[in-house]
């Protein structure tokens, strides 16, 4: 599997999740949510998985020379900024978008690889916090394909 393509699958399952979690978990009226506690699960949820993906990214990007493309991650492909607005707020040109876009694609696509969140079904079936291989999931490991 192509790191960018995980990507793209994992994003449109944050994109969905995201979705459905304002809908369901209110932020503005907090007792339309209190029926949601926190109760003990091995499994990842939802909120989990969106919180995962956010995480990747700030991983895959984290050098100081990726700080532009972090912003774009959080702002375009978190925050769910529309193209134009998100351009317009970084100030980069379509040719520099497209760059940064695909670096993006890649760099978060391989962490996503890495740390188990793709594909997202085995994601969802798997005890939090491991790993394909049973091993606890760290930033400071090193992807098993390069």
Not at 53 to 64: D, E, I, P, S
Not at 98 to 127: C, T
Request: glycine share 6%; aromatic share 10%; hydrophobic share 35%.
């Amino acid at each position: 599997m192509r790191p960018a393509d995980a990507f793209d699958i994992c994003h449109e399952v944050y994109v969905h999740a995201r979705q459905f979690l304002e809908q369901k978990l209110s932020t503005i009226h907090p007792e339309a949510s209190s029926k949601y506690l926190w109760r003990p699960d091995n499994r990842p949820r939802l909120t989990e998985f969106v919180a995962d993906f956010c995480l990747a990214g700030q991983r895959a990007l984290r050098k100081r020379t990726q700080a532009s493309r972090l912003i774009l991650f959080r702002v375009y492909y978190c925050g769910g900024a529309e193209y134009h607005v998100a351009r317009k707020h970084l100030g980069i040109s379509e040719l520099t978008w497209a760059n940064w876009v695909e670096e993006i694609r890649e760099r978060v696509g391989r962490e996503l690889l890495r740390s188990g969140m793709y594909p997202p079904g085995r994601y969802f079936h798997e005890p939090t916090g491991l790993t394909r291989h049973g091993e606890i999931a760290t930033s400071e490991d090193e992807p098993k394909d390069a």
